[in-house]
T-cell receptor, first 114, second 115 residues
Framework: AQKITQTQPGMFVQEKEAVTLDCTYD???????LFWYKQPSSGEMIFLIY??????QNATEGRYSLNFQKARKSANLVISASQLGDSAMYFC???????????FGRGTSLIVHP | GAGVSQTPSNKVTEKGKYVELRCDPI?????LYWYRQSLGQGPEFLIY????????DSGLPNDRFFAVRPEGSVSTLKIQRTERGDSAVYLC?????????????FGPGTRLTVL
């Protein structure tokens, strides 16, 4: 079974609108971490946001927030006020327990229209 | 400060040849990771270094792949007898101490094409 599932291969959003990118995960560990990365066409993976499984508050970083629903095992990324520069691939990843190695999903391509 | 750098940015080689890909991590980062990213996929883990030693090489697909980090900073991924299926983007990342909550910072990758 896939550990990280990103069901949206592509998403489109109008500039200045908010968009939600879906991510569900599968683990039996109680301790784990969830990450979102952005990969523009240049290829570099850019860290966006982190949520620990024991964190009670949803993580936020500027225009990025993580909608963490533990019971549903979902960790959706919300981007508010989309900008043209947000057009990129977005990857959800999870580290389980004490592992140093994250498992990545297949990614969602986001295109922001003017 | 400088981020993670990788050289070359692009490498084209012929089937059967040997290639080396280099990664310069962020200064002071003790943990270094190599990933391979095929088209339409997320990065797949290859190997993880803590200092000079390979702490986890379970992701290396076969014995044609080898990586070193002799002085605990720069790392080289070596691929022998390249095959067309090795064509991918090879990403390197580093993190401060390798803790499970550490943020990994990625380089721009090396695009390897095996003809």
């Amino acid at each position: 079974a896939q550990k990280i599932t990103q069901t949206q291969p592509g998403m489109f959003v109008q500039e200045k609108e908010a968009v939600t990118l879906d991510c569900t995960y599968d683990t039996s560990d109680q301790s784990y971490g969830l990450f979102w990365y952005k990969q523009p066409s240049s290829g570099e993976m850019i860290f966006l946001i982190y949520q620990g499984s024991y964190d009670e508050q949803n993580a936020t970083e500027g225009r990025y927030s993580l909608n963490f629903q533990k019971a549903r095992k979902s960790a959706n990324l919300v981007i508010s006020a989309s900008q043209l520069g947000d057009s990129a691939m977005y990857f959800c990843a999870m580290r389980e327990g004490g592992s140093y190695i994250p498992t990545f999903g297949r990614g969602t391509s986001l295109i922001v229209h003017p | 400060g400088a981020g993670v750098s990788q050289t070359p940015s692009n490498k084209v080689t012929e089937k059967g040849k040997y290639v080396e890909l280099r990664c310069d991590p962020i200064s002071g980062h003790t943990a270094l990771y190599w990933y391979r990213q095929s088209l339409g996929q997320g990065p797949e883990f290859l190997i993880y270094f803590q200092g000079t030693g390979a702490a986890d090489d379970s992701g290396l697909p076969n014995d044609r792949f080898f990586a070193v980090r002799p002085e605990g900073s720069v790392s080289t991924l070596k691929i022998q007898r390249t095959e067309r299926g090795d064509s991918a983007v090879y990403l390197c990342a580093s993190s401060l101490i390798g803790h499970s909550t550490d943020t990994q910072y990625f380089g721009p990758g090396t695009r390897l094409t095996v003809l």
